[in-house]
């Protein structure tokens, strides 16, 4: 009976998003996310040490959600605070609902021209799952990441790292970017001292 009970448990679980499994892909070592290398939206290689002593918001985007006019939240967000050392890093993927069908030059185009985005945007990952980006792969990972791990449950998830390049708060897709806990947040981290 208890068998039955857990192996229904493992079905049902994923739904209401329960991590009921470990990662499939391990964590890189390293000791922070701005240790990796991903590539642009371009294709090109981008050393996301390049944004070490800034503070860093990491977001999956997708342009096919109900959540997808975060962009302009978004982006209102980067030009507020970006003279003070915020970036915003937006990372396309297409795991929920094929939310994501675009290619990386249909991404570009749509961000240009819909919410005029000028935060950094790059390739397609996939942020879950057996084909999990490293970048993922080490914020998902209560190896790597204990105090903010566990699955993407959807799109336009928010993780901020410090002036340190450690993840301070991680943040629902729900909540949106200007709500007083990010705002907040990120005006306690560019307060912060490298």
Not at 118 to 137: C, R
Request: proline share 7%; hydrophobic share 40%; charged share 25%.
């Amino acid at each position: 009976m208890f068998k039955k009970l857990f192996s229904a448990l493992a079905v049902v679980a994923p739904l209401f998003g329960c991590q009921t499994h470990t990662l499939a892909v391990e964590p890189p070592a390293v000791t922070s996310p701005l240790d990796l290398v991903v590539k642009d939206i371009d294709g090109k290689d981008v050393n996301l040490s390049d944004y070490k002593g800034k503070v860093v918001m990491i977001v999956n985007v997708a342009s096919k959600c109900g959540l997808t006019p975060q962009y302009e939240k978004l982006e209102a967000l980067y030009r507020k605070y970006k003279d003070q050392g915020l970036v915003i890093l937006g990372f396309p993927a297409n795991n929920f609902m094929g939310q994501e069908p675009g290619t990386n030059e249909e991404i570009k185009q749509f961000c240009k021209t819909k919410y005029d985005v000028t935060f950094p945007i790059f390739s397609k990952i996939s942020v879950k799952g057996d084909d999990i980006a490293p970048l993922y792969a080490w914020l998902t990972s209560e190896k790597t990441n204990p105090g903010f791990s566990g699955d993407i449950e959807w799109n336009f998830a928010k993780f901020l790292i410090g002036r340190d390049g450690k993840v301070k708060a991680r943040f629902s897709p729900r909540t949106a970017p200007d709500d007083t806990s990010v705002t907040a947040a990120i005006e306690k981290e560019l307060a912060a001292k490298p």
